[in-house]
């Protein structure tokens, strides 16, 4: 069975620091996976997607993740945190709707 | 318009009244999805409604009843909840019910509170 597990369940960085959000997936092949974004009290914003193209993926904010078959991973980074990032983050399975535990980030100024 | 919009934003009701919430699209998608979101948890989805046909009911109680009047329109009738009802109830829509590779776009949510 597929399945995602976020490996933190909260991350606290400063501004101006890089983000790393982790995700690993288990599955017999090679599943297409998703990060969302989710702002207090508000709906789900797609942040990027790997769907078996490039493993690189680049997404909105300056966001990126990068897919890693060998380590089952599709760890989410940042470069350099901003205020407006803290969220909670979800890695998802598309194709089955499954959803990871989430990870809330918290960025202190 | 890439937006999914939700009404009410807010919704307090007693555990004896009849609700509904509803949720509207105008991108064209022939797949709509019910979750119900608690607070610090991911999204737990209720129903999935594929070309207006509910294709997915993940043994949702009978108190919540969904209704696809057409391919922009879906709504939830919330009959006798308990007080465990109150979450977060999002909508979202999709090209279509497979989707490995179409992103799913969420509306703003409900929330409801069962008093």
């Known amino acids: 069975a597929q399945s995602v597990t976020q490996l933190d369940s909260h991350v606290s960085v400063s501004e101006g620091t890089p983000v790393l959000l982790r995700c690993n997936y288990s599955s017999s092949y090679s599943p297409s996976l998703f990060w969302y974004v989710q702002h207090p009290n508000k709906g789900l914003q797609l942040l990027l997607k790997y769907t078996s193209a490039a493993t690189l993926v680049k997404g909105i904010n300056g966001f990126e993740a990068e897919f890693k078959k060998s380590e089952t991973s599709f760890h989410l980074t940042k470069p350099s945190a901003h205020m407006s990032d803290a969220a909670e983050y979800f890695c998802?399975?598309?194709?089955?709707?499954?959803f990871g535990q989430g990870t809330t980030l918290q960025v202190k100024p | 318009d890439t937006e999914v919009t939700q009404t009410p934003k807010h919704l307090v009701m007693g555990m004896t009244n009849k609700k509904s919430l509803k949720c509207e699209q105008h991108?064209?998608?022939?797949?709509m999805y019910w979750y119900k979101q608690k607070a610090k948890k991911p999204p737990e989805l209720m129903f999935v409604?594929?070309?207006?046909?509910?294709?997915i009911n993940e043994s949702v109680p009978s108190r919540f009843s969904p209704e696809c009047p057409n391919s922009s329109l879906l709504n939830l009738h919330l009959h006798a909840l308990q007080p465990e009802d109150s979450a977060l109830y999002l909508c979202a829509s999709s090209p279509h019910r497979q989707a490995e590779a179409f992103e799913q776009y969420f509306g703003p949510g409900t929330r409801l509170t069962v008093t």
């Open positions: 998802v399975v598309p194709g089955k709707l499954i």
């Open positions: 409604y594929s070309y207006e046909k509910l294709s």
């Open positions: 991108m064209g998608h022939r797949a």
